[in-house]
C-alpha cells in the first residue's frame, strides 16, 4: 500500500484502506501500455479530503460491501465484484466514479497524458488553429434562395 | 409591514440583464435620476469554476444553468413539471449573458414577416431594416466578432474578426460543403482580438459558467460599466414583487425587497420591466389591482400566454481524428442557415438553425457521460475508449423556431414561491406536431452532415429539456391592443408609463438565439422613448 494512502486518509480504518485501493484500481487500472497511471497512484483519499469530505461516510458504507477477501482475489474476479456492486447500488457507485473520475482527471501525470495543461484552465487557455476560410469559397458561389431583403 | 416611500425616481428598470443594461445605457444621456433594481449580484469573475482545477465539477451545483438546481439566495424556482423544457437563466448583474454561450446571430428580415410570407402567427410591427442600426450599436457596444459577406443575411460588418474555427469547425465545414450547403463563421459576442479594456478570448471552452477571461460580452461588463459612469444607479438584490397603481391607472413605482428583505415602495414616472419572458410576466401577473383583477396590463389577456422556447436537439459525431473540440468557445463557431426557411415540399412552416458546438466536455465529463451512455466503460477497456472519444467528437445543434400558441403559458404558481414569498412562474408548455416534425427533418440532416464529415458513430438527441435558454413571446407587441400587449415601441397600451424591453415583447421567435435582437430591440425602444420624451404618456 502506498504511504501516501495511508497518510492522508485519517477516517478509514486499516481493513477499509485495504479494500479501498483494489477497488479504485478496478475502476480505473493503469493500463496496459504503461502510459496511463491507476487512481492508486493518484492520492484518492487525499482528494477526498480536500475536495469531498462529505463523501467519506458513503465511502465507508460502500467499503464494509466488500469483505477483505476482495483485497486477494484476482483482477477478473474483482471486476465481477465491483460490477456486481455497481448494479445493485447504481446510484451510489456513480456517485463513487464521480469521486474517482475527478480524483483521477485533474491529476497532472493523467492530464499531461492525455494531451492537457495541469492546473486550471485560467489563464493558462488554449491555443486554436484559426481555420482555413477559403472552405467559404463554395458558400460565396452559390447564394442560395434566402429572403434577406424581405422588408 | 409597513411600506416606507423612498424619493421619487425618473425611470425604474427592473432587471440588469442583456434589455435592461442596454436601456439604462442609451436612456443615460437624458441625465434623467435612472435606477436599476436587480434581484442578484455582481458576478464576481475570480469565482467563476475555470478558475480552479476542478472546474468540471464546479459546473454542477452553485453554477447550474438551471436555477433549481443552482438555488441561489438571489434565485426564484420555477415549476416546470407541466413542460418537456425547463427554463435555465442566471439571477445577477449581466442576467443570461453571464452563462450564455454567447451565439449572437440576428433574427432574419422574414422573421419579422411570418404571416405575410407564411401564413402563420403574425407579423410584427417593427422590421429588421428599422432595427438594423440598433443591431450595428450594440454589435459594437457588446463587443462582437464575425464575417462580413454571410449571403443568407442582408449585409453587415461585425466589428471584430470571427473566432477561431478550429480543427472542429474546418471538419464540419468540410461536411456542409460536400453537401452543397450554406454554413458561416458565427458572430459572436466573445472577443477575439483586445476590445475597449477587455482583452481577447483565451479559448478556455465552456464559456456558460462565466468567462474569467472577461472576453464573453456580458452585460456587467460590457454597458453597465458606461451606463453607471453616465450616472444611473443600480441596486442589486433589490426583488421587485409587483408594480403599482395611481388613482389615474399609471404606474407609480414598485414594491420590492431591500438586501435586508425589508419590503419597500419605490416610486417612479416610468417603470421600464427587462426581466425576461419569465419574470416579467410573473411580475405583472402578481400585480393585480381593482383596475386589473388579471393582471397589470393584461386587459388583452396575452400576458404569459404564447410562451416560446426555441426546442434544440443535439447530433453527436465520433470522429478518428482529434478535433481539439474541448478548447474554444462552446457554442461559437460555425452556423448553417441552409434550413432557416419555409420550403412548402416539407410537412413543416418556417425552419431551423444548425448550430457547430464544440465538444465542450473535458475529460471528467467525458468519462462520466460515457459511463452513462455506456460508450466508455469503467474498468477494463476504459482508457482505450476514453482515448477515442476525448476530444474527437463535434455536435450539431439543431435550434427549432417555436411559433407562438396561446396554451403555452407562465402563470403563478399557487403553492411555490421564493424566498420572499412571490409566487413562482409555473411554465406551462406543449411542443407542437409542426416544430415535432421540424426537430426530426433537423436530426436527420445534422446526422448527414456529421456522416458526411467523416463520423464513424453518431448519435443524436431531442428535444433536449435543460434547454429553456431563450424565453420569449409572453408579452408580445403589436398595433391591436386586444391581441397583444405592448405597442409597436414597447409601452404598454393598457399602462402608458410602462414599458418592456425583454424578449417577453417577441412576436414571434425566429430560429436564432435571440440576445442580439433582444438587445436591438431594447436600444431601439429607448431611442425611441428619448424623441418622445416630451409626450411619452400621449
Known sequence: MSEGLIASDAALDAEQREILEPLVDTIVPASEDGRMPSVRECDFPGFLARNAPDFLPELTGILADFDSGFTTQPARLRYERVKAFSERTPESFNRLLAQVYGCYYQDERVLAAIGLGAGAPFPRGNTLEPGDLSLLDPVLKNPGTWRRHVT | ?538
Open chain 2, 1 to 538: 409591514m409597513p411600506v416606507s416611500a423612498n424619493d421619487p425616481v425618473d425611470v425604474l428598470i427592473v432587471g440588469a440583464g442583456a434589455s435592461g443594461a442596454a436601456v439604462a445605457w442609451s436612456l443615460a444621456e437624458t441625465r434623467m435620476h435612472i435606477v436599476c433594481m436587480e434581484q442578484g449580484d455582481w458576478a464576481n469573475p475570480a469565482e467563476y469554476p475555470t478558475n480552479y482545477p476542478d472546474w468540471e465539477q464546479r459546473l454542477q451545483g452553485e453554477n447550474s444553468i438551471d436555477p433549481n438546481v443552482r438555488g441561489r439566495p438571489s434565485d426564484y424556482p420555477v415549476n416546470n413539471d407541466d413542460s418537456p423544457i425547463s427554463v435555465v437563466n442566471f439571477n445577477g448583474v449581466g442576467g443570461g449573458t453571464v452563462m450564455y454561450a454567447a451565439h449572437f446571430p440576428r433574427l432574419h428580415p422574414s422573421d419579422f414577416r411570418v404571416r405575410t410570407l407564411d401564413g402563420v402567427a403574425d407579423d410584427w410591427p417593427v422590421n429588421y431594416d428599422r432595427l438594423e442600426p440598433y443591431f450595428a450599436e450594440n454589435d459594437r457596444m457588446m463587443g462582437v466578432s464575425g464575417l462580413a459577406g454571410d449571403p443568407s443575411y442582408p449585409p453587415k460588418q461585425p466589428p471584430l474578426p470571427p473566432l477561431p474555427l478550429g480543427r472542429f469547425g474546418e471538419t464540419l465545414a468540410g461536411g456542409f460543403n460536400r453537401l452543397g450547403w450554406h454554413w458561416w463563421p458565427s458572430d459572436s459576442a466573445i472577443i477575439s482580438r483586445p476590445y475597449r479594456g477587455r482583452d481577447q478570448c483565451l479559448n478556455l471552452g465552456p464559456c456558460m459558467s462565466g468567462c474569467a477571461q472577461g472576453a464573453k460580452s456580458s452585460t456587467d461588463i460590457t454597458y453597465w460599466p458606461e451606463a453607471l459612469r453616465s450616472g444611473v444607479e443600480l441596486r442589486t438584490r433589490c426583488r421587485v414583487r409587483e408594480i403599482t397603481l395611481n388613482e389615474a391607472g399609471m404606474a407609480d413605482g414598485v414594491i420590492y425587497y431591500d438586501p435586508d428583505g425589508e419590503e419597500r415602495h419605490q416610486r417612479a414616472e416610468v417603470v421600464v420591466l427587462a426581466c425576461n419572458g419569465v419574470g416579467t410576466p410573473r411580475i405583472l401577473l402578481n400585480s393585480k389591482s381593482s383596475q386589473f383583477p388579471d393582471g397589470l396590463a393584461n386587459r388583452s389577456g396575452m400576458v404569459g400566454r404564447n410562451l416560446m422556447f426555441h426546442p434544440v436537439g443535439f447530433v453527436q459525431g465520433l470522429f478518428e481524428e482529434r478535433l481539439d473540440s474541448h478548447k474554444g468557445p462552446l457554442g461559437c463557431s460555425l452556423l448553417s442557415n441552409q434550413f432557416y426557411e419555409t420550403d412548402p415540399d416539407r410537412d413543416f412552416v418556417r425552419g431551423y438553425m444548425m448550430q457547430g458546438v464544440r465538444g465542450g466536455a473535458g475529460p471528467w465529463n467525458t468519462a462520466m457521460q460515457g459511463a452513462a451512455s455506456g460508450r466508455i466503460p469503467w474498468g477494463p477497456g476504459h482508457h482505450e475508449a476514453f482515448r477515442r472519444h476525448f476530444d474527437h467528437t463535434a455536435t450539431i445543434g439543431v435550434l427549432c423556431e417555436d411559433l407562438p400558441e396561446a396554451h403555452n403559458t407562465v402563470t403563478l404558481d399557487p403553492e411555490l414561491a421564493d424566498s420572499d414569498g412571490i409566487p413562482a412562474p409555473k411554465i406551462t408548455y406543449r411542443l407542437s406536431g409542426n416544430t415535432s416534425r421540424m426537430l426530426e427533418h433537423g436530426l436527420a440532416h445534422a446526422r448527414e452532415v456529421m456522416e458526411t464529415a467523416g463520423a464513424v458513430e453518431v448519435v443524436s438527441v431531442g428535444p433536449a429539456r435543460e434547454a429553456g435558454w431563450h424565453l420569449l413571446g409572453t408579452a408580445r407587441m403589436g398595433r391591436d391592443p386586444e391581441r397583444s400587449v405592448v405597442n409597436p415601441w414597447g409601452r404598454s397600451h393598457d399602462v402608458r408609463n410602462l414599458f418592456i424591453v425583454d424578449g417577453s415583447i417577441f412576436v414571434t421567435a425566429g430560429a436564432v438565439n435571440p440576445t442580439s435582437t433582444i438587445q436591438a430591440l431594447a436600444l431601439y425602444i429607448a431611442d425611441t422613448m428619448k424623441k418622445n420624451l416630451a409626450n411619452l404618456f400621449d
